[in-house]
């Protein structure tokens, strides 16, 4: 029971995860670089999987930057963010309960 079998996928939109070093660290991390992650999801149509097919959804917020220090750990979660960006379960498309 409750157990997964196969690969998890998500119906997260269509959009692109960028990454990249860069030269300032963290706080907390005083000996490290800083890994980027920049998240772009443009407003569109909704497809089958989401819950108002044929309908537009906006995509307030992006491009979001994330960061992480690049250490063994942060590259670690970096490779497990990849993952979950390939396998589509970041960001799904639903009423914002800040925004509405």
């Known amino acids: 029971c409750k157990t997964i079998y196969g690969v998890k996928t998500g119906t997260q939109p269509?959009?692109?995860?960028?990454?990249?070093?860069i030269p300032h660290s963290l706080p907390g991390h005083p000996d490290c670089?800083?890994?980027?992650?920049?998240?772009?999801?443009?407003p569109g149509i909704q497809g089958p999987?989401?819950?108002?097919?044929?309908k537009s959804f906006s995509a307030r917020g992006f491009p979001r930057h994330c960061y992480l220090p690049d250490s063994e750990k942060g590259r670690k979660?970096?490779?497990?963010?990849?993952?979950?960006?390939?396998?589509r379960l970041i960001f799904a498309i639903g009423t914002s309960s800040t925004t509405g």
């Open 77 to 87: 979660v970096l490779k497990l963010l990849l993952v979950a960006w390939d396998r």
């Open 49 to 54: 999987e989401h819950p108002n097919p044929g």
């Open 33 to 42: 670089k800083t890994i980027r992650i920049i998240y772009s999801i443009p």
């Open 14 to 21: 269509p959009g692109k995860m960028e990454y990249h070093l």
